[in-house]
């Protein structure tokens, strides 16, 4: 998720030096920053986190650092970003397909969790950074608002919403929102639990929580299926 445009011809990032050679990764040096931001931020915490650090980490001098970045906020937002823009993708593409809206949520609720727990490090933990309600990270909260809203378009057409009115829907949007988005804190009190069986178990308790029957669930993870494939 995270490319780096400026390459040269020979496919490597033109930038400045490293403060030291490692084995290659595979990363462009601003994918490197990033992994070792998301690592530090994760386990030792952001406040504890120094721009050196992560530099450092990178294997890259602290002031080549900022060729790519403007210090630790910028690492932090862009990486907040990467694990909302995903879902956000999927959630326009679902919102147009045609088909069971349950399907279409119960899809977004297990490709949600997925990508909030699947990863190496548990970057979901820093939405509950005080420093995240500040203004740079504006367009995050943007997209996390229309991921929210995309939820509650799907939940208002779900069969088993559709004889609701405006303010109960509101609230089954919060309750579902807030269930896909707890699975943060679920993940780092067990990072060990199987992530797909856990997004299923976690996209059925959201269908639930929506309205959906409990008979019909087989039903809706089916079609779901159906969707996945394309």
């Given amino acids: 998720m995270w490319h780096d445009r400026a390459m040269s011809t020979t ?69 907040l970003e990467g694990t909302v823009r995903p879902s956000l993708d999927l959630a326009r593409g679902l919102l147009a397909a045609e088909g069971s809206a349950e399907a279409r949520l119960w899809q977004l609720c297990r490709s949600d969790v997925v990508l909030l727990c699947g990863g190496p490090h548990n970057l979901g933990a820093l939405y509950l950074l005080p420093e995240v ?24 057409d779900a069969a088993c919403c559709t004889a609701l ?10 309750l579902v929102f807030g269930l896909i988005e707890g699975v943060i804190l679920i993940h780092r009190s067990d990072p060990d639990r199987p992530v797909e069986a856990f997004a299923a178990a976690t996209a059925d308790a959201a269908l639930r929580v929506a309205g959906a029957r409990e008979e019909d669930l087989a039903e809706v993870r089916a079609r779901a299926a159906k969707l996945a494939q394309g």
Avoid: C, I, N, W
Wanted: net charge positive.
């Fill in 133 to 156: 309600r500040t203004e740079r990270f504006a367009g995050f909260a943007r997209m996390r608002r229309e991921l929210k809203e995309a939820y509650g378009r799907l939940l208002a």
């Fill in 165 to 174: 009115d405006a303010g109960e829907v509101a609230v089954r949007t919060d």
């Fill in 11 to 79: 496919g490597r990032r033109v930038g400045r030096p490293r403060a030291e050679r490692r084995p290659d990764s595979g990363l462009s040096a601003r994918e490197e920053l990033l992994a070792a931001a998301a690592e530090l931020f994760t386990v030792q915490g952001y406040a504890a986190t120094s721009t050196r650090a992560v530099a450092e980490r990178s294997g890259m001098r602290q002031a080549s650092m900022y060729h790519y970045f403007g210090g630790k906020e910028d690492l932090l937002a862009v990486l």
